[in-house]
């Protein structure tokens, strides 16, 4: 069956630096590969998109990357800030079939 | 901030009772979808649509039903809400025009069955 496993239940990093989430999955080869932040009791928030021909895409202080021989995708955040901490989910499908997404990350960036 | 409602945000009710939690968004998406997520868990599709008329079951076994009359609406009811059923609901919604399913999701419903 499908599986993405997101590297860590939570990440701690110090204000400033660099936060790199994992994302892998097995049994799935899908066109489209998003990430999206949750904080606590509300809805996910759509943050990035990356298509399948796509090796890299940024936005603002965030990168991500998408390597589908390795069955991985890198979300990075650059000179992180406390406002970043969050739950972070990454979130995969092809073709009209519906969103699978994982469990998260729960990320904290301390002051 | 997305055009997507949902009431009750928060509701407690007794076991046995039926409920209709309500999902209405305003920018014509023919998807919409409804989740269920525990605490520290991950989202779990229970119910989707993607057209008036259109409803599937998700992944996620559901005792829940769903109907889709309006292209802006999509009830979720539960006939006799049990504690199993203590969750916090995401409706969510996206374009049938676009190959990409990029979701906006709602502020959901914590519900609580005692």
Same mark, same amino acid.
């Given at each position: 069956s499908q599986k993405i496993e997101q590297n860590s239940e939570a990440l701690n990093i110090q204000e400033g630096k660099t936060a790199t989430l994992t994302c892998n999955y097995t049994n799935y080869s899908p066109a489209y590969l998003q990430w999206y932040r949750q904080d606590p009791g509300r809805g996910p928030v759509f943050l990035l998109l990356i298509r399948e021909n796509e090796k890299e895409k940024r936005k603002e202080r965030l990168k991500v990357t998408f390597d589908t021989t390795l069955k991985q995708s890198l979300f990075h955040i650059t000179?992180?800030?406390?406002?970043?901490?969050a739950t972070y989910l990454c979130a995969l499908h092809s073709g009209n079939t519906p969103l699978v997404f994982g469990k998260g990350t729960r990320l904290s960036v301390i002051a | 901030e997305a055009d997507i409602y949902q009431t009750p945000r928060y509701l407690v009710i007794g076991t046995g009772k039926k409920i209709t939690l309500e999902c209405s968004q305003t920018?014509?998406?023919d998807k919409m979808y409804w989740y269920q997520q525990d605490p520290g868990m991950e989202l779990h599709l229970i119910h989707y649509s993607y057209g008036v008329n259109s409803t599937e079951k998700g992944d996620l076994s559901s005792e829940s039903t769903v109907s889709r009359i309006r292209t802006e609406h999509f009830p979720l009811t539960l006939e006799s809400a049990r504690p199993s059923h203590t969750s916090q609901y995401l409706c969510a919604s996206s374009r049938w @025009?676009?190959?990409?399913? @990029?979701q906006y999701f709602g502020p959901g419903t914590r519900l609580t069955v005692l």
């Open positions: 000179a992180s800030q406390p406002a970043d901490s | 920018m014509g998406h @025009t676009s190959v990409v399913d @990029t």
